[in-house]
């Protein structure tokens, strides 16, 4: 019995030690010291205009802060005292104003006819830039000391300076590029006091010719992570071998040690799939020197790989652990994606198979908010593209908000991403490597742009800083090729050669790729950048007094086909590889043909605000199997009873009947890519148009004369709202007769009221020459429509916003936040 209950002793004491071992190693697997990552968006504060900064030289180092004396418009002064080391600022809040970010001050002004602004007359859309001020305090607790601790900003337009407790941090003069601040030593923890941060953001300059915004109008971030850890950018990750059965998968992986010892670490590299299930683990050890960086490379496989593409977006992840004696001290995640693309002489191939590239070009901005989208803005627009079949989007012409291309990789849309500025310089290659190592691990980029329509293409000096450009973006990443946007000098000064991919912004007159492609033999070739067709939405006249372009026909410019006449090309040469509209959406600035009044582009197939312009549906025709019929102009005109007037038509269908009251006018056989067209006598009432496939009816369009309008409707993109304080309702605003039916000419002035968790943050219409305010409670439909953005507030509730206008029926919309 004694032996029996010693045994039984031993037992119990080893299960217990075993079980203690277990939470141990449970302990050390999960570990304390995993990086954080927190977003750094809110509870600012914002000073528009510049601010006298005297600087001193003291003990504490060169670019203390000794004061700041803020002039504001009463002229009074309001004084920011700090000290160099110990002592938290102050400062009057009356003369600041509380924002969230991403903000863009720029959009918020008033539209002045000042030539002299932007790089030239009109291309900023006549809102003046500036300098503006943001100030954030902020704490950071005890238990953080001894952590490595560093602030990102995505982007800041632009030439932005950074102080942190008094003590400059540096300056970063791109406005599309990231910027990141090592403040470990200089930041107060637990009860030394809260910290204050301050950027000053000088816009005064211009990077390009179209609307770039002022402000940080991209998210900021506060990492927090162990002084040994993955470098920033710091993991690469390919599949250079990819079949039906297995994709090798190649992962390289930066180690910095900010330690003054050398330090013995276990890499530890988890391949999963899209479900969180382990494919595979890779584990190697490595000795980093003190504060040395090390690359360390290893090899894993996925059996059965899921392919990427923008119809099956197929995504898998590199779960990085960091680890010393046992313990993870580090935590780093990289999306990627399996997929293989090859651009030769006959085409773009993805997967192994011709891939037609259906893509657009497009700038950041979106009306009521300028530059300073939020990330659900980003995502509704890139909806709105795939809707329409587009399957590419162009990043014209910088490097985008990396928010977006996760979404590209996620909804499945292929990325041309672009650097901004031909530069060889040490700043020009810093914004290029930043660009490629932030984001050559996105599946979805399948190539690198260099530049937009340099002036010195085709010259031997813009040859030799391309070159220095290729060579560097080769090094960061081998995997894809690298491609120039060209409107000049291809076949100059061995510019062209210097390239894998020539890029054609447009064909030129007579199709200058085409004859190209026989007079290069050794020339890959693809159309970066096409179409640039004109028009206002709704509008069926030119009007310079309104800065209005007609959708019936070509005008100006000169370069660009009617929409969907580009595709006609790449079905004909497929070698072109695909094409890039310019532009998906409507953009403020570059008001081409005219200047004041227009403040925004008519380049969109989508205005500003994504209503669809006409030749939206050229593109849906051609790029989607989707029946489609579009016929057009709106079918109310007083003025023109007995006139003789033209019916335009965008289909995919064999052929289409005209229909008007009933009375049939006549049938076309349909021309792939080209417009059709029927003259007749504009008598009021039902024009209809069947589009016919095989002989069967497949789909109609209709458009009707309206009555005078009587009523305002509202349609919310979505009916529930997280409450981050981040999230948008993007609500569309039509005006309606008596009937239901849209009035394509009403202009009338609806007014919103906002109850609940949320805030409009901006209002739009897609009239290129509308002055009125973007932050506003009110906004006039343009040719029957218009929009209002609504923000969640950080609490639950509901939102219910109210839309009413004069004597018309008003209506309202309900979110529900949680």
Known sequence: ?????????????????????????????????????????????FHKGDIAIKR??????????????????????AVIAYTDVDKASTFKPEDWREVDLPHDWCVEGTFVNDKSIGSAPAVSGYLPGGIGFYRKEFEIPESDKGKKISIEFDGIFRNSTVWVNGQLMGSHQSGYTPSNYDLTDILRYGNEGKNVILVKVDATEYEGWWYEGCGIYRHVWLNKTDKLHVDRFGTYVTTPVVSPDEAAVNIKTSIKNEY??????????????????????????????????????????????????PETPNLYKILTEVAENGNIIDNYETTFGVRTIEISRNGVFLNGKLYPV???????????????????????????????????????????????????????????????????????????????????????????????????????????ILKTMVDITHKIDPTRPVTAAMNHGRNEGGYSDVLDVVGYNYGDKGLAYVKDHEKYPN?????????????TRGEYQNDWGKGYVSNLGLWQPGWGPLPGEDWADIVKYPYLGGLFVWTGFDYRGEPTPYQWPCVTSHFGFM??????????????????????????????????????????????CDEVELLLNGKRIGTQKAI????????????????????????KLVTTDIVETTSDPAQVALKSDCSVLKADGCDVAVIRVVIKDKQGRVVPVADNLVTFSIDGPGRIIGTGNGNPSSHEPDKASQRMAFNGYCLVLVQSNKQAGEIRLKAASGTLKGDEVVLKVQ
């Open 523 to 535: 020339r890959i070739e693809f159309c970066t950048e096409a179409t640039s067709f004109i028009s």
């Open 672 to 695: 792939p890519y080209t417009k059709l067209i029927w003259k007749l006598i504009y008598k009021p009432g039902k024009l209809e148009a069947r589009g016919y496939k095989g002989g």
């Open 358 to 464: 259906k893509g657009t070009c497009n700038h950041q901005d979106f009306a009521g908010i300028g530059v300073a989208l939020p990330d659900k803005i980003n995502e509704y627009k890139l909806k709105l593209l795939k809707e329409v079949g587009c399957n590419a989007y162009r990043c014209s012409h910088h490097p985008p908000t990396p928010e977006l291309l996760d979404m590209c990789d996620r909804m499945g849309l292929l990325v041309l991403d672009e650097n901004r500025m031909l530069s060889s310089s040490e700043e020009g290659i810093k914004d290029l490597t930043t660009m490629l190592s932030r984001d050559r691990n996105h599946p979805s980029i399948f190539m690198w742009s260099m530049e937009n329509e340099e002036w010195i293409q085709g010259t031997v000096t813009g040859a030799r």
């Open 56 to 77: 001193a030289v003291k003990a504490a180092g060169y670019g203390g802060l000794t004061d700041i004396n803020v002039k504001v418009e009463t002229n009074k002064e």
């Open 607 to 652: 205005d500003i605000c994504g209503f669809p312009k006409d030749g939206y549906y050229a593109y849906k025709a051609a790029w989607t199997n989707e029946p489609v019929v579009h016929i057009f102009p709106h079918w109310n005109w007083p003025g023109k009873v007995g006139d003789s007037i033209q019916v335009h038509c965008y289909t995919n």
């Open 260 to 309: 003054g010892a050398i330090k013995n670490i276990t890499l530890i590299s988890k391949i999963v799939d899209n479900k969180g299930v382990v494919l595979a683990t890779k584990t190697s050890t490595q000795a980093i020197e003190p504060f040395g960086t090390t690359e360390v490379s290893q090899k894993g496989a996925i059996q059965k790989p899921l392919l990427w593409s």
């Open 1 to 45: 019995m004694f032996k029996r209950l010693v045994k039984y002793c031993v037992i119990c004491f080893f299960l217990l030690l075993s079980a203690i071992k277990g939470m141990s190693q449970n302990a050390k697997q999960t570990g304390l010291s995993k990086r954080t990552k927190e977003c750094f968006d809110f509870n600012w504060h």
